[in-house]
Each structure stands twice: as structure tokens, then as C-alpha cells.
């Protein structure tokens, strides 16, 4: 077709505000009608420079940086950062505090899966249903945050050598209530969704990753193991006793947006798996160790990294015995993922790249940082 | 026909009153004064009893509720009781709001295509049949008048795109036009059908045939319905093929640049023809305001506003429930599945009509059309959609659990192969 | 459970493959030169002892005398990791060879590093700033940038000074 009839290709700008872009993020997509031919991104428009200023602060007061980074998984922020300075700073974690950083974590993964497939069916075209089935069950483990740390978002909850508080007395019962629900609304949207014929077109055989793109393009999370790669952390390199935990690692088949949806929702049981085990072997004892408040590490330099919902996220520290860290910087797995963004669009129509980049599940506030 | 209302002071139906009044008029004046007070009475009529109150309770305030329940939340609930006010508070704050023109837009046209993409709303509903005599305009071809004028919001709406001078509006005009293009024809053809086995393009002679029948033409062209649904929600933008206000791709099409009451009559009157769409609809193939016998008891105008808004409901459905398709999908589907069907069923509908007149059968002969057709439908639907490739069975919608983490898992049962 | 290699074990690996490639060794990472560099990993991607398929993090860092931009290199096979570390001396223009050709997905860490480091990637198919705008003043990752007019330090003054290495010159902001 395009043989026959020519057209001259335009820029479009897609974003910075576009109701699917997920924030501040902008494409610059030149189209030669419908379809795409060269995809750039722009990206900054968020840029806080966390990495330089986490050098004038000390380690603790670097917490709630974190939670600003990928501001809808602020815990496993926190929990990446604090494994970081433990293993920088040779600090072990009582029994307790991991237990309850795992519960925290697996919550904010259920938390950000929920937007993830949520804003993905939005961008499919599923007009706000599946958005708002989510959210509904995200505010009630946003609900748990606040009962647990006082805040929703971004909750700085963890800290080093454990967790700021003690978990309130009824915990425990809400987090149970909050189980069955969450099943049945995952069940309800892949009723919804994945079933749907409009939604297999749309998101089957669209921006296709390869298995060998995606390792060699350094992909991580949903994304990686959409395209068929059993990777993921909490199993490799299991860190707060993941190991004792009994849960699968979801994998796709072809590495399209479909895959990654499933993916998505997949994860979002064995989540609630993970949650479940852990409140039925929640071991007493302090939830924290006792860490002096303007720590100094040991000369040297930490890279730990954890599976947060978006991918492998890595704080990579130096330490130079000072109270704040000499090097700070962060893996921004929602920065990574969108490297691949040109082999995802270029070819495909704009509604394709549209797809292509709510499978990414990006946050810009981790992007930009 | 024997109904209630043969006595001039009997207002239980409304059509008396128009017939009532048009009787006086011709016993008083020149014949041709009829004609100029009876598009009046006609629209004042359906404005008033009809399209008014439809769009802004059913349209509006309706589709924001069911939606809202849909989606899990209240939809609105705060002006005046259960938020029935929120229409007339809606219209005030669109008022209030200042109509943006961008520099570059052409602003003539972006001042006028308001206006064209009102005007035929207004006109399509004077060719409905809302009871019996209580059409405004009984044109003999009033299918041909309703899918005329229906075609004319498009071109409002490319000039509004164009207009706009803004990229996401000129795809959305671009989008518009080549929908209309491509479902016009299914659209036509499957009308072609109904005209065909009822023999008469005239609304009010098409209900008068279902009311006669005793059966209505969605069981006897039930491939015709399907396709008209897909295909008018095509035309309309509502969500499973809304590609030209597409709010995740392309902001909002053609309406990106329009703002205060111009955007609300885009908005309004996208309602309109929706409700003119279900009110077409419900004319053709579900027996318009005939209802078994039910309109000697009740106002036949009530029966008909009730199927209506009945379609309208389907309307609202798909709308909280399906993704959009992408353009080519929508194009493809028009063209490969509903082109190939709607002349399959154009050519039995021709064969069992002629069948019907050569010989001589009765009127319930219908009753076994509806029921080939029925299953004709049937096995038409799914074997067209196994030859072009359509294996739903074969798509794995769980994805591969394993237990430990390495490499690349190999498939060894790819998609298209079962799992 | 990852194995995490230590810096001599990959140094002892990184020497087998390409002899005279390793320039210093440090407990967690091993050091290469940076005029083989390329060289280096790419043999250690296609070796199947090593198998580094995956570039799971690539910063810079800022040690006054020197730039290092620092490698953390995945297998996802073998379940195990190492670092690798490049120097580059130079402050007025640093540059390191790009890794772009054997990891694709480099580049957008690489611009990063370049946007907040002014490192450059020789090879880098197309190097610009990412983060921040083109022409803005500096490198602001770098120890001797200033992010206040005037010369005044941020953060913590009482904690000053505890730093081993000596305090950053004041260089008014071009």
C-alpha cells in the first residue's frame, strides 16, 4: 500500500500531556498516516536530581527520596534503598521486620499491579471499567498503608535494619478481608479482558520483545518475563527470606502486550499467595534492628537490587565512612524497559504504540527521578 | 385500526392531538398550510415529549449512572435529588465556559460545524413513527431520508477536525470519514434486506408489517440487527468502535479544540443520534410502537420511547465494557465479515421473499423465515469466522508457571497450538 | 541463591579469555583498561563459563581523581553476577568506549551517565542529553558541581569536612 500511495511523513507529538502517556512523558512519533515510522522519546520533564542530592543527606534521610522515585510502589523503593545500606553497612534484619517487609511489598505489588492492568486496559480502549474494578482494591490496600505508616503513597515506612513501626493489632484481619476481594476482581477483569476478542486483537502479536531482545536490551520484570524468561529476583537472589515463601514465577509465551498483561495479573495471585503464607508464619521478636541515626558505613560500594513490581530495581551505593552516602544511584527499571520503546512502535499503527507503551507500565517519577 | 383514540378529545395517545389539530386546519384554511404547521407541531412534539428529555435523563444523566455502576461508583449524586439536576448544571457550566479558537484554526468553519453537526439530529426524527399517525413527516421513503441525513454528521465532523488545524483532530477526521465510508455499505445492504422482505421503505408501513405479522423483524432478521448494531455504533463513536475520539490515542479527536457549549453540542447531540440510531432501530426491527396487542392499553409513544431507550441501554453496555478496536481491525471487520454476510443474506432474503410471492403463502409463513434465518445467522456468523481464522479456543489466556528462575523457557506449545 | 563473582575471580576469567585486559583489582569488581574494554565483555557475554547476557546496571561514579563508570554484568542462566569497572582519568574530556554493540539496551544508561557525568561514549550511536536540556551548565553528578549560585554548599554543613577526600573547589557555575 504504501507503495502506492505516498504520503509525507509528520511529527506528532504524543504527550507531554496525553491522557496515555502516564505523566510527564512525551513521544515524539513521526507517522506517515496511521502508521508509525520513527518513535523518539523525551524524557526530564520530572528530573529532581534525587541521585545528587541523596549525597548531601544521610542514609536515613534518604529514605523518602525513595518513595518519590516510582511513587506507586513507594515500599518496595524503600526496601531496595535499605537492603542497599544493609548490605553496605553488614546489618542483619530480625526475623519479624523481614516478614513484614515482605507483606509490604508483595501489598504494593498487588497495589501497582492493579494500576498497571488497570491503565493498560484504559489504553486498550476499555473505557475506565477494569481502571476503576482495580482501584477500587487498590484504595483498600492504600487503606492498609495509612493504618500502617500514615500515609498512602508514599508511606517511608522501611527502615534501616527493619520497619518504622510496630504493625497496628487488626492488620493482620484487614490484610486477611482484603485477600478474598482482590481474588475475585482479578478473576473479574481477566473476564473482562483477556477472554475478550476486541482485547486479544489488540494486545495479541503487538510489540513483540523477543526472548534475545529482551536479555540483550537488559529488560527486567513483566516485561522479561513476558517474553518467556524465568527471571525474577525474589527467586534468584531470594533477599527477606523470599526462599521460605512458596509461589511460581509467571512466564508469556511470545513476549507481546498481551503476555505482559497476564503476566501482570498472574503475579498479582501469587502475590496474594505470598501475603498469605507470610501472615500465617509471622514470627515475633523486635521488627527492627537498632541502627545509630547518622550511620557510617564502611568504605566501600553495595549494589542490591530487588523485584519490585516493575522490573529489577538496583541501588547501587558507594560509601566513603561518611554519614551520607559518596555515590548514589538508583536502576530505574522503568527507565530501562522503555530502551526498547523504537523496536516497539516503529511499524506498528499509533494505536499500537499507544498499547505498546502501557505495556511498559512506566512511572515517570522513577524515570526522570 | 380499532384503537382508543378515535374521539378528537381523547389525548391518551398524543397523535391524536396532531391529527386533531391538522383536521381543524384543513377544514379552516388552503391544504398546503398542513404542511407548514405540521413540521411544526412535529418537532415541537418530538423535541418536547422525546428528544429533550431523552437526551438529557436518558443521555446524559442514564448513561452517567448505568456507567457509574458499571464501573463501580456512584456517577452523579449531588445536585438536586439522586443528582437529576446534573444535566441542567452541566448545560449552565458549559455556558459559562469560554469557546477556544486556536490561532491557526480556520474559524469559520470551527464556528459552523456546531451548527451542521445539529441541524440533521433535528430532521432525522421527523421521519420516525413514534405511534400510529404520529409521524411528522410520512415520507414513503423514509428509510432512505433516515440513512441520507445520518450521513450528514460525518461531514461535520471532518469539518470540525479539519478546522481545528490540530493533528490529533485531523486523525480523528480522517478516522471518521473512512468508518462512515466502510460501514455505510453493510449498513445499506442490511436495510436493503428488511426493505426487501417487507416491501416498503415507508417506517410507518414497515411497523405497520411487523404489527400485522404479529412477529417483529429482529427474529426474522436477526443477521440484519446484528449488523445494524455494529455498524450504527460504528457511525455514532460509541466505544467498541469509537476510533475517531479514541481518548487513549488520540486525545479526543475531532473535539480536541473545541471547549465550552460548542464542544457541548457535539456532545449533546452525539447523545441525539445515538437516541436517533435506537429510535431507527427499534422502528425496524423491533416492532416500533407495536407491542402484541399491548397498545390498545398503552400509549403506543410509551411502548415505542421505552424500546428505545431499551437500545439505548445496549448502547451503554458496550460502552462500560469493551476495548476499542484499532482502525485497520475496524476497517477489516466492515469489509471481510459484514460485506460478505450482509449479501449472503441479501440473496436468501430475495429468495425467500419471492418464494413468499409466487406462492402465495400466507402470513405465517413468516414464522418459518424467522426460523431459517435465525439459524442461517447462526452458521453464517461462526463459518465465517473459522474461515477467516478466528480459533478463540486456540489463544492461551494463563501464562506458563514455573517454579524456578533461569533462562528462556522455550514454548513448547506456541499460541495457535492449544494449551 | 546469585552467585556474586568477586574481583578476582572475574579478573582470573577476564584474563583467561583476553590476556592483558585487566587493570586493577578491587575486592567487588575488577578493573579494565579501557582501550580493550569492549573486547573484554563482549568475550565475557559469549563465554559460556561467564555467560553475561544481561547488563543489569551501568552508572558512573565520581572519585575527584577519577571517573570509574562501573558495570554490573547478569547471567540469567547461571544465576550470577559480577562487576566491572572502567577508569578514565581524564576531568576535562572523559571518555570510555561504548558497550551499546554488545548490549542494546545500554544506550539509555549510557546517555544518562553522559547527561550527568559528561562522559563520553565513543560509539554511542546517538549521545545526547537525556534528563536535562541541551546546553545546561555542567555535569551536575560530578563532586565539583555546584548547585547553588555564589559558591555556597547545600545539605548538611556540620557534616562536612568527615569526608576523607578534600573539599570541592569553588568553581563558579559557567
Known sequence: MSEIVQSEPFVMNIGPQHPSTHGVFRVKATVDGEQVVDAEMVIGYLHRSMEKLAEERTYTQNIPFTDRTDYLSSMSNNLGYCLAVEKLAGIDVPPRGQAIRVIMAELQRLASHCMGAGAFANDTGAWQTPIMWFMREREKILDIFELTSGARLTCNYMRIGGVAFEIPEDFEEQVRALIGPMRETIADGEGLLSGNEIFLVRARNVAVIPPELAINASLSGPMLRGSGIAWDIRKADPYCGYEQYDFEIPIGYQGDAYDRFIVRLEEMRQSLRIIEQALDGLPGGPHSTEVPLSLRPPAGEAYARIESPRGELGYYLVSDEGPSPYRFHIRPPSLINLSVLKEMTVGGSIADAIVALGSIDIVVGEIDR | MSLATDHWYDFRDLSNLSRVILEGIDKVAPYELAYIVAPIIGFVAAFVIFVLPSQLYVGVYGERRIIGRIQARRGPNRVGPFGLLQPVADAIKLLQKEALTPKVADKALMWAAPVFFVAPCVLLFAVIPFGPRMVFADVPAGLIFFIGVSGLPVLAAFIAGWSSNNKYSLFGAMRIVAMSVSYEVPLVLMLLCVVVFTNSMSLPAIVEFQRETDLWLIFMQPLAFVVYFIAVSAELNRTPTDIAEAESEIVAGYLTEYSGMRWGLFYGMDIGYALAAAAFASTIFLGGWSMWGLEQWVPPWLIFIAKTHLFYLVFIWTRGTLPRLRVDQLMGFAWKFLLPLAVVNLFLVSLERLWWLEAGLGDGMVFAFAGINIVFSAVAIFLWARFLGYRPESIPTRPRLVQKAGGYVPVEDPPGGGK | ?174
Open chain 3, 1 to 174: 541463591m546469585t552467585r556474586w563473582w568477586s574481583g578476582e575471580e572475574l579478573a582470573a576469567e577476564a584474563e583467561r579469555l583476553v590476556p592483558g585486559s585487566v587493570s586493577k583489582i578491587s575486592a567487588t569488581a575488577c578493573i579494565f583498561k579501557a582501550e580493550n574494554l569492549v573486547q573484554v565483555l563482549s568475550a565475557l557475554r559469549d563465554n559460556p563459563a561467564t555467560n553475561f547476557a544481561h547488563l543489569s546496571n551501568l552508572c558512573g561514579v565520581d572519585q575527584w581523581d577519577r571517573f570509574e563508570v562501573v558495570y554490573h554484568l547478569q547471567s540469567l542462566e547461571m544465576n550470577q553476577i559480577a562487576c566491572a569497572k572502567v577508569e578514565v582519568q581524564d576531568r576535562e574530556e572523559p571518555s570510555v568506549p561504548s558497550v551499546v554493540s554488545i548490549w542494546q539496551g545500554a544506550w539509555i544508561q549510557e546517555s544518562e551517565t553522559y547527561d550527568l557525568f559528561g562522559i563520553r561514549f565513543e560509539g554511542h550511536p546517538n549521545l545526547q542529553r537525556i534528563l536535562l536540556w541541551d546546553g545546561y551548565p555542567g555535569y551536575p553528578l560530578r563532586k565539583d558541581f555546584l548547585s547553588m549560585p555564589g559558591g555556597l554548599q547545600p545539605g548538611l554543613n556540620e557534616f562536612a569536612g568527615t569526608s576523607a577526600k578534600p573539599e570541592p573547589p569553588v568553581r563558579p557555575v559557567e
